[in-house]
């Protein structure tokens, strides 16, 4: 695997844990087997909450490291949420965890990550 592919690891693996959760949603839809309505509703909710691993994957081709930083923090905040849901969910509606992560983590923690990697590199460009 070459240097710039590496990087692309955190947002695969973004990826792959929404497409897990999906797949976790469609177990739980209904007991008799999820409809039709089921399979459009998560897809759609699948297809919303890649979004930001896209964004992820875009900043990765621009600066590698500051991609896959933003990348890297997206899933450990994603992470924890999917953690908090299924093995310590603390009321009923706590499933709109995994519906609004995604756009949390679109517009605070990949800028935040972004920016602060970015200062990172530029302090120590100026530094050497």
Known sequence: MDG???FLIPT???IALRIGVAGLLLTAANHN??????????I????????PY???YFLTQTNP?????????AVAVDVYAVLEVIFWPQGPTDG???????LVILLLVIPIAYLGTTIVQKLRL???
């Open 44 to 51: 759609a909710v699948t297809a919303v909450s890649c979004v």
């Open 33 to 42: 087997g999820p409809d039709a309505g089921d399979w459009v509703f998560i």
């Open 12 to 14: 695969q693996a973004g």
């Open 65 to 73: 490291t500051r991609g896959a930083v933003a990348a890297l923090s």
């Open 4 to 6: 710039s592919r590496r």
């Open 96 to 102: 709109l965890i995994l519906v609004f992560m995604p």
């Open 54 to 56: 896209l964004v992820t």
């Open 126 to 128: 100026h530094g050497r």
